[in-house]
């Protein structure tokens, strides 16, 4: 991965943003105002933007596995007037940055405007199968039983959760299995992080280290990657790990929702999988701007933003942002203002949608010079015009409940020169005079 040194960042920073080419594919539709076909014209288009998801064992996005196969021709005609209507709207590929930052992030899902054209023109044109010898060869996918490859450590709780008919939500930390011995004889660097919920009752899941230093300070649990609705499986940049220390026990934090009534208990045992650094690599942070439960929402309000900001005691690079909030959530915006006085936007999401939970990778990452201003803007609509509201009538403050609501504009980051970070130990802040917040909270 290419890095802008912190000169170039300051010049380039709002360029890339402004100019980065995208890097949608053209369609190979060879006739444009001809009849486009499934092998010529559909297919190569699916294999690019929806099969990642949509195969069997497709992406489990937080325990959201895409509802069909669109693998071959079969699989892909019923669904064909379902196809137009999802891409017209915007709603597949799931991906919900503004326009404005197309190309900047390295697992961007979108479709160009000539790709939408050629899908909505073969549903309305018949849907025609074209010539199979004409098709691309059909993709290979990991037949791996983890997304992230073969993993060095698989736990699942210790014991199955009884997820109780009357149960609607509910936070708990639970044991995982015993770390066979010798694992973590030594600090462990996860590179790739992995979860199976087990059964539908579960909402997600933040996976914690109790480590021997941190066992006896409460809330002093280090956060490892989680997994929450719509969130890819963790997979972090060349060269950095989050740092699983020496003889740590794994807790997982499980938030189980569902509706209640008689036959809807569960019995969970979810499982994580890690997959450690073979090699020497810096350490890497997810931290979130500013207090995040310094907030409230009035009721029937819409259009109701609030702003966290913080000054950056050291020079940080960011690897990648998840803006994370509850039901009411309803757009997200990060910006830097630099010590020179450069503003730059970073990431917006003009309309956030809870039940996809991004995590936002850039392609080249962000360094930012310490004494920069990083501000995080959440809005919030809580009125009857949101469809997820479930009860626009209500005061709403933070909680751990889905039914409350959150304010973090998480980063994942690491220091700029790794010598910044020697001998730091458990929980590191990037800002000025501050602890990072407690250990409660959500996302990957
Ligand atoms: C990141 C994973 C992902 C990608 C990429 C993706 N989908 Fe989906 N898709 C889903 C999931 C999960 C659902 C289930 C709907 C939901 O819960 O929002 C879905 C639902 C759908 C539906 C609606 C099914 C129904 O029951 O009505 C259609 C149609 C669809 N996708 C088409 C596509 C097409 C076409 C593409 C590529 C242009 C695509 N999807 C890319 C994950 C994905």
Redesign the pocket.
Known sequence: MRRFTRTSLVVCGLLVLILAPSFGAETSSKDKSGTPTFSEDVLP??QR??Q???RPA??N?GG?????P?LTYQETRP?AK??A???ESG????WHASDDYAGVFSNE?T?SDAEIET?LRWAKTGARPGDPDKAPPPLEWPSAEWSIGEPDLVLSLAEPFHVDDDLVDLNIVLAAEAVPVGVLDRDRYIVAAEYKPDTEAVHHIIGFAVTPESADRPGGFLRLPGIAP?A?PSEFPPGYGIRLPKGSKIMMQMHYHKDPGPGTEVYDQSTVAFKFADEPVQEMYVSSVGDPRKMYLPANTKDHFITQEETLAKDITIMSLLPHMHYRGAYSHYVAKLPDGTEMSFLEVPRYDF?WQTRYRFKQHLRLPAGTRLEVTMGYDNTAGNPNNPDPNAEVKWGDSTDDEMNLGFFYWAFTDASDGEGLGGRVSPFLAREEAGSSGSGD
């Open positions: 288009i699916l933007s929806c990642t998801c949509h497709g992406l996005l959201m596995i895409a509802p069909m669109l669904w379902a196809i209507r999802v891409v709603e597949m590929p799931p899902r479709l899908l719509g890819e039940n």
